[in-house]
């Protein structure tokens, strides 16, 4: 790509030109959130992508996203900047080895985070975020037996609100497993006046330590309305861009992780450059595309979530 190009007009110029939405996630890089038609967590994303009338879809997020996109608009071209933007979480459940996992437990249902390939959303009841999973579980009667997967912390934390004990699957999330006790104990102890809050995909003794837990949406919104001035943010760090945006007098710091060397950005979310935007945009590819078979098995768990979350 030509460096003199400004990419802000050209992609401009493209999403008219081509009748496009932008949909991006929070962990986004800044550049890429504030040329976004839509910013938000994976429900807010899913619902963005329902309801759009473009033509063309620009995910700007991971590749399970993006299906998720083209699971509910067959018909419309989606996009991802880069294909080989995954998802740690989502790798760690094969649909080979948890439909293995499944035949275990004939007489439970299947909950599944969002986090996951479409071949998990098929083998699912219902699909859940970050934002919705207590209230997916809590509609369910209290001796349903349910699986819970793919990310073993959100279960274990659903568990402990619910009361309940859900089978879960052994798969986490790369970025929020990262983060030190030990030195969020510190930090703590050297900014008393900041609020602690944190991802619910983070692992038990993390979440044991927060003021406050939610998705990404909910963990922003929670530092908007807080009368408080300082947070300590234990998530992925594209959402402190939106945080202080919302919030410019406030202060926010990312949790330490446990090894100097390592960083709090998903190496997946991060894969996603301007410059590849801009060159999707343009050359319309790289497109998500979907065995129709596949689609419709992964739809029916996506559809009974948007239902109970209206
Ligand atoms: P939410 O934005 O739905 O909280 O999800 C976080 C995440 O890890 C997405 O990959
Ligand atoms: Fe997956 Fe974690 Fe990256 Fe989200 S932050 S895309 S759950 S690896």
């Given at each position: 790509v030509d460096p003199t190009l400004d990419l802000f007009a050209e992609i401009n110029r493209l999403k008219k030109e081509k009748n496009a939405v932008i949909l991006a996630h929070y962990y986004q890089e800044p550049d890429i959130q504030d040329i976004a038609d839509y910013i938000g967590d994976s429900l807010g994303l899913a619902q963005a992508a329902a309801k759009t009338d473009a033509k063309m879809i620009v995910f700007a997020g991971v590749h399970f996203m993006a299906e998720t996109a083209k699971i509910l608009n067959p018909d419309k071209k989606v996009l991802l900047p880069d294909l080989n933007a995954g998802c740690s979480?989502?790798?760690?459940?094969?649909?080979?080895?948890?439909?293995?996992?499944?035949?275990?437990?004939?007489?439970?249902?299947?909950?599944?985070?969002?986090?996951?390939?479409?071949?998990?959303?098929?083998?699912?009841?219902?699909?859940?975020?970050?934002?919705?999973?207590?209230?997916?579980?809590?509609?369910?009667?209290?001796?349903?037996?349910?699986?819970?997967?793919?990310?073993?912390?959100?279960?274990?934390?659903?568990?402990?609100?619910?009361?309940?004990e859900m089978v879960l699957w052994n798969g986490a999330c790369m970025v929020h497993e990262i983060f030190s006790l030990e030195k969020i104990t510190r930090l703590k102890e050297r900014?008393?006046?900041?609020?602690?809050?944190?991802?619910?995909?983070?692992?038990?003794?993390?979440?044991?330590?927060?003021?406050?837990?939610?998705?990404?949406?909910?963990?922003?919104?929670?530092?908007?309305?807080?009368?408080?001035?300082?947070?300590?943010?234990?998530?992925?760090?594209?959402?402190?861009?939106?945080?202080?945006?919302?919030?410019?007098?406030?202060?926010?710091?990312?949790?330490?992780?446990?090894?100097?060397?390592?960083?709090?950005?998903?190496?997946?979310?991060?894969?996603?450059?301007?410059?590849?935007?801009?060159?999707?945009?343009?050359?319309?590819?790289?497109?998500?595309?979907?065995?129709?078979?596949?689609?419709?098995a992964a739809k029916k768990p996506i559809d009974r979530m948007m239902d109970l979350s209206r």
């Open positions: 979480l989502s790798d760690s459940c094969p649909p080979e080895l948890f439909a293995r996992f499944k035949a275990k437990y004939p007489d439970h249902i299947v909950i599944s985070y969002i986090n996951c390939s479409a071949g998990i959303k098929a083998l699912s009841d219902i699909i859940c975020t970050s934002g919705n999973a207590s209230q997916i579980v809590n509609s369910l009667p209290q001796d349903q037996k349910i699986i819970f997967a793919p990310d073993k912390n959100l279960g274990a934390y659903i568990n402990k609100q619910s009361g309940r900014h008393p006046n900041a609020k602690f809050i944190a991802h619910p995909e983070c692992e038990e003794a993390v979440l044991a330590l927060a003021d406050y837990i939610g998705s990404t949406t909910q963990l922003l919104k929670y530092t908007e309305q807080s009368d408080l001035n300082e947070f300590i943010v234990a998530t992925e760090t594209g959402i402190l861009h939106q945080m202080q945006k919302a919030s410019p007098d406030k202060t926010f710091i990312p949790a330490p992780p446990d090894n100097a060397c390592a960083c709090n950005d998903c190496p997946h979310m991060k894969r996603n450059t301007l410059e590849k935007l801009y060159l999707c945009m343009k050359y319309e590819q790289p497109e998500i595309i979907m065995d129709e078979t596949l689609r419709l």
